[in-house]
């Protein structure tokens, strides 16, 4: 099958989102939704397994463990960034794969740059799995699937404009990260996966074919480190959330600990518990609710994760325990926030309080950024890029206010 034939096969505006197609399998057993999903995917998971495995039915064994495990477990999955979270899962499934030592028969070079070390387009994708889910989704439609900037919007369900600066932004931090394990060549290129490929592991996923015990024993292990590293990410944001103030009983989490307040009468304790200190800005109050849609209990908890992170990131920095602020993921996991709030909350007076702890972050960075630029700790350029992003957010809170006036 050509690649121009496989790319419109998989068109992303031919058929319904992710999260609709999984939804569909989970329910109703719909084999058709489920085979739809593969053909989306199957591209990004081959291209993974056969670059860090570099043979040819190790590779075919990894992609069938990914898709088998996504059925069995269909229902626990997300499907609003399924691409990244298959290629995370392929790369894992075929490191575990390649660590059983099986004699390897040499693939192609997948690869569409100059030719570089052997493991070269193994390390490539092992990169990119360990990017952060926003640069590794924009990556991958674009780059790994070769989708357009507006394909990949749609896809993604971004605007234009978000997916061309989201893939700049990731393209230098995948070159970052490579080339500090000597690696130059950062090019990606889809596999070409042929539609026998593709209609083995769909029956194989659904129960159709029996599946050979290394896909099964493969498959349950690799969803067992998914399953791991779920309960270690909660087991780290409890730990993290009773050493912080809790706002309103909800996951939501101060900056920094309060101090105890003066005894004061019943009907004012509760509103002077529930006071955030002044130093770290106000943050916005976000309840998960039963009756919420799964899209919007999906957009409230990545507030809730990126603001946990913020609490132990700018303790840090307040208690000078790190030099620079903020990194560039971590200035991007701001603009993420309030694009959860936009998601999350329909009214636009609902989304202020996120906008403004944007602002009041990228303030204070920018203030201890400058500090430290006279002294020649970071360079101008880091300088001008904390102005810039405050100088965005602003500009948002701007907009916003003017929405909420109308």
């Not at 068109?11 to 329910?27: I, N, T």
């Not at 990410?233 to 409890?238: D, E, F, H, N, P």
């Not at 007076?349 to 430290?372: C, N, S, T, W």
Request: glycine share 6%; hydrophobic share 45%.
């Amino acid at each position: 099958m050509s690649r121009s034939l496989f790319l419109r096969w998989t068109h992303p505006s031919s058929v319904p989102a992710d999260a609709d197609l999984l939804r569909r399998f989970a329910d109703g057993g719909d084999h058709a939704a489920f085979e739809l999903l593969v053909r989306r995917h199957a591209s990004a998971v081959w291209a993974a397994c056969r670059a860090v495995l570099r043979n040819e039915a190790d590779a075919d064994d990894a992609a069938q463990a990914v898709f088998l495990a996504l059925a069995r477990h269909a229902g626990s999955v997300r499907g609003h960034h399924l691409g990244g979270w298959l290629h995370r899962v392929a790369v894992n499934a075929a490191r575990k794969l390649r660590a059983k030592s099986r004699p390897t028969v040499p693939l192609p070079e997948v690869l569409s740059t100059p030719p570089a070390p052997d493991d070269s387009a193994g390390l490539i994708h092992e990169e990119l799995a360990r990017l952060s889910p926003p640069y590794r989704e924009v990556l991958i439609a674009v780059d790994l699937k070769g989708y357009s900037h507006s394909d990949a919007a749609k896809a993604l369900g971004w605007k234009v404009g978000t997916v061309s600066g989201r893939l700049v932004r990731a393209r230098a931090e995948l070159k970052r990260r490579l080339e500090r394990r000597g690696v130059t060549a950062v090019a990606l290129a889809s596999a070409a996966v042929s539609g026998s490929e593709v209609r083995a592991a769909v029956d194989v996923a659904v129960g159709a074919m029996v599946a050979p015990p290394v896909v099964v024993s493969l498959s349950t292990e690799v969803w067992a480190m998914v399953a791991n590293a779920k309960r270690r990410l909660m087991v780290g944001v409890v730990a993290g959330m009773m050493s912080v103030v809790v706002l309103g009983g909800v996951g939501v989490v101060a900056m920094a600990q309060a101090p105890k307040p003066e005894p004061a009468k019943p009907s004012e304790k509760k509103a002077d518990e529930r006071k955030p200190v002044e130093k770290v800005g106000d943050l916005p109050e976000v309840k998960v609710k039963e009756d919420d849609t799964p899209e919007v209990k999906a957009a409230k908890e990545v507030m809730i994760a990126i603001l946990r992170v913020f609490t132990i990131r700018l303790q840090q920095v307040e208690q000078g325990q790190l030099g620079v602020a903020l990194s560039t993921q971590e200035m991007l996991m701001l603009t993420d926030l309030t694009s959860a709030a936009d998601d999350a909350f329909p009214e636009p007076k609902m989304r202020l309080p996120a906008y403004e702890f944007r602002l009041k972050q990228f303030e204070r960075v920018y203030e201890l950024l400058a500090v430290q630029s006279r002294s020649g700790v970071v360079s101008d350029y880091e300088l001008s890029l904390a102005r810039a992003e405050r100088a965005k957010a602003e500009l948002a809170l701007l907009k916003l206010k003017k929405q909420i006036k109308k």
